[in-house]
């Protein structure tokens, strides 16, 4: 699979006015991973 010119397959693309958003070409295609195993630890407490 070649790299996406716009996210480089991280699946988030960076605006040039620092906004960040999903890169809708690799999901349209299905190339995002919606389960991760790298869970970071939100610290919340219920």
């Known amino acids: 699979m070649d790299p996406c010119a716009k996210c ?8 040039k006015d620092g906004s960040v958003h999903t890169c809708w070409d690799c999901l349209q295609k299905g190339q995002l991973d919606v389960h991760s195993d790298k869970v970071p630890d939100s610290k919340v407490k219920i």
């Open 8 to 15: 480089n397959n991280t699946g988030v693309v960076k605006e």
